[in-house]
Nanobody
Framework: QVQLVESGGGLVQPGGSLRLSCKVS????????MAWYRQAPGKERELVAS???????NYADSVRGRFTISRDKTFSTMYLRMNNLQPEDTAVYYC??????????WGQGIQVTVSL
């Protein structure tokens, strides 16, 4: 089994920043392809950002220039730095690790709320 555990969420005012972390443990100590997703109330889960290998990244248009995905050198922890947060960024954020097509793992999700 593989466990992905998110941390770093919470309540922040518009314009503020947060950094999410996702720690990998279990059968795989690290995963080459990882991603952040989010799901707002009443909406489908959407891809926020992904990272492959040492640094190939991809971002949703809605977060490009505000969010930065990264990982530590061991590939065991992934981060999402979120700047200039807006109310529309409010969602549950999920970490996903992809081992192979059809073989992936998800974290339990962490709430991010942007509000005055």
């Amino acid at each position: 089994q593989v466990q992905l555990v998110e941390s770093g969420g919470g309540l922040v005012q518009p314009g503020g920043s947060l950094r999410l972390s996702c720690k990998v443990s279990g059968r795989y100590a690290s995963l080459n392809h990882m991603a952040w997703y989010r799901q707002a109330p009443g909406k489908e889960r959407e891809l926020v950002a992904s990272i492959v290998g040492g640094g190939t990244t991809n971002y949703a248009d809605s977060v490009r220039g505000r969010f930065t995905i990264s990982r530590d050198k061991t590939f065991s922890t992934m981060y999402l730095r979120m700047n200039n947060l807006q109310p529309e960024d409010t969602a549950v954020y999920y970490c996903r690790g992809i081992v192979a097509p059809g073989v992936d793992y998800w974290g339990q999700g962490i709430q991010v709320t942007v509000s005055l």
